[in-house]
């Protein structure tokens, strides 16, 4: 895929808008542009058996967050609260994402 360009980002949140976490929201905690997904937090949750090892002598199964495509999640404003699409426009020199429903620059 050639356009890796993704308007989220670490630290965003985020709105799940289909799949079957549809409505939940959390924050971004990583970005993956390669493959297009994002990882949020309590969203796409699996279980994982994982194998004792030094540092977990136990073992176990644990709980993992999955990456989910990033077509599937919206930004949520901070200003006005809402899920929305982003636009970027450029302001002195430095591209800035603007919220689509107020018109307020995100960061």
């Known amino acids: 895929m050639s ?7 670490k630290g965003d949140t985020v ?4 799949g079957k976490d549809k409505g939940a929201t959390g924050a971004v905690m990583r970005a993956i542009p390669e493959s ?3 990882v949020v937090e309590k969203v796409a949750v699996a279980k994982k058996a994982q194998r004792p090892t030094r540092d977990n002598p136990q073992g176990g ?5 999955m990456p989910v ?3 599937t999640v919206m930004l949520v404003c901070p200003s006005c609260k809402e899920a929305t699409r982003v636009s970027v426009k450029s302001k002195n020199d430095k591209k800035v994402r603007n919220c689509k429903k107020c018109g307020k620059d995100i960061d």
């Open 69 to 71: 495509h990033v077509s």
């Open 36 to 38: 297009r997904k994002v």
């Open 3 to 9: 356009n890796n360009k993704m308007r989220i980002k």
């Open 15 to 18: 709105k799940v808008v289909s």
């Open 61 to 65: 199964i644990i709980s993992l967050e």
